[in-house]
């Protein structure tokens, strides 16, 4: 399913438009809105100044995933790593060790 967002695009995310973690990105001067670490369309330069791994629905029982067809959270989890090892090969060590390493880390599960 994907939304439409503010700006008539498709966002490929649960919402009609913009989430929490897109307003704090911008403000603090980065992307309006945080791509999707499995849309295609984007790649580890779009990555490197913030990444979403997120499914919704999932939660911390790997059950409601199955039931709910989602991502499991122990696979965005498996994402995160991979993204880690793609970032270093892509900024080299130090920099992304800085970079992942400075960055703010946002995780919500939950009910409304």
Not at 33 to 60: E, K, M, Q, R
Request: charged share 20%.
């Amino acid at each position: 399913m994907a939304a439409i967002s503010t700006g008539k695009q498709p966002t490929g995310r649960f919402s009609n438009g913009r989430i929490p973690t897109d307003f704090i990105s911008e403000a603090f001067g980065l992307k309006p809105t945080i791509p999707a670490y499995l849309d295609p369309t984007y790649n580890i330069a779009d990555f490197a100044t913030g990444v979403c791994f997120a499914s919704a629905g999932t939660g911390y029982d790997n059950a409601t995933s199955d039931v709910l067809s989602v991502i499991p959270l122990w696979k965005e989890m498996e994402y995160y790593k991979e993204y880690q090892d793609t970032l270093r090969g892509y900024l080299g060590n130090e920099k992304a060790n800085e970079v992942l390493g400075e960055a703010l880390y946002l995780m919500s599960i939950g009910t409304k």
